[in-house]
């Protein structure tokens, strides 16, 4: 089909039905060709110009920041389901908040990689605007969490982003590596934030100075 009806259509649309066109088609033509794919790319995948899509999101890092948004929203609507499921088990809310984080990952890789690669190249950038999103939002259930349980809720946004940050190293490694199986790297993950480095049990006493 040619880019002309295409384009009628989607200008037939709101200016939020376009832009959630725009995003649907960049989707699809980073999962067709990965990461690296070019604005040109994307702009054909919507039947438009690639004019069109800058002055939709002014600039490259204008799509990214709405894609993860986008990525972000769906992070959040799936660990606060699985928190829900999770009942009131706290090492089970825990992996499951980890096991949904890491699947999405799992299963949109290359979306995942375009969106933080390339966010993260931003100067001084220290955490991706995606996982900062996600560790605010879960900052929030935490919160609730912690107060519902007359626990203090101010460590709930340094645990978020530790826990978010942590989580997201660990997977944006393992996406790429894929040494070990999904589960085992969830359960690994637990581990270490439930128990801590408690495995590597008791530290062995220093040996006592060799004589002069």
Do not use: C
């Not at 389901?81 to 825990?94: F, H, I, V, W, Y």
């Not at 997977?171 to 637990?190: A, E, S």
């Amino acid at each position: 089909m040619s880019p002309g009806p295409v384009r009628r259509r989607v200008a037939r649309r709101s200016p939020q039905e376009r832009r959630q066109a725009f995003l649907d088609a960049a989707v699809a033509a980073i999962r067709r060709e990965g990461a690296k794919v070019s604005m040109e790319a994307i702009a054909r995948e919507a039947g438009v110009t690639k004019p069109i899509v800058y002055r939709l999101f002014g600039d490259r890092d204008g799509l990214l920041r709405a894609l993860g948004e986008n990525m972000a929203t769906q992070v959040l609507h799936e660990v606060t389901r699985a928190l829900e499921e999770a009942g009131d088990n706290p090492k089970e809310m825990l992996r499951t908040a980890i096991a949904a984080y890491v699947a999405l990952i799992d299963e949109d890789p290359e979306v995942y990689r375009f969106v933080t690669e390339q966010s993260s190249t931003a100067p001084g950038a220290t955490i991706t605007g995606l996982s900062a999103d996600v560790a605010r939002a879960i900052a929030v259930v935490l919160g609730e969490q912690l107060r519902s349980r007359n626990a203090d809720s101010g460590a709930a946004e340094p645990w978020a982003f530790g826990v978010v940050g942590m989580v997201h190293l660990a997977g944006d490694w393992w996406v790429r590596t894929r040494t070990l199986p999904r589960d085992q790297l969830v359960t690994y993950l637990v581990d270490l934030l439930w128990d801590g480095f408690v495995a590597l049990g008791p530290v062995p006493p220093s040996p006592p100075p060799a004589p002069a």
